[in-house]
């Protein structure tokens, strides 16, 4: 199994800037491709930046200029430097991750979440 572990989330005045990290580990093979995602009440789970091993990243058009995704392989880590953080990105804000573990013995694919970290723009 491969285990996804956020932090950094927290409480922001609007127009600040917070860094989430996001720590994989486990029976880990190869991790492919990390992104973040988030989740505002009542709305339905979005993406927010995604990055392969090879460092080709895709952004939610929303969010270019503001948000930077950015990965370390030898740690298995992502993160996410948001600037200028409006209202509007308050959310729940989850990790995801998709590559090949070791599963008894042989290399399989995974795909895991991590558990979410709250971000609140508010002043």
């Known amino acids: 199994q491969v285990q996804l572990v956020e932090s950094g989330g927290g409480l922001v005045q609007p127009g600040g800037s917070l860094r989430l990290s996001c720590a994989a580990s486990g029976s880990i093979f190869s991790i492919n491709a990390m992104g973040w995602y988030r989740q505002a009440p009542g709305k339905q789970r979005e993406l927010v930046a995604a990055i392969t091993r090879s460092g080709s990243t895709n952004y939610a058009d929303s969010l270019k200029g503001r948000f930077t995704i950015s990965r370390d392989n030898a740690k298995n880590t992502v993160y996410l430097q948001m600037n200028s953080l409006k209202p509007e990105d308050t959310a729940v804000y989850y990790c995801?991750?998709?590559?090949?573990?070791?599963?008894?013995?042989?290399?399989?694919?995974?795909?895991?979440w991590g558990q979410g970290t709250q971000v609140t723009v508010s002043s």
């Open positions: 995801n991750a998709r590559g090949l573990s070791v599963r008894m013995g042989e290399v399989v694919d995974f795909g895991s």
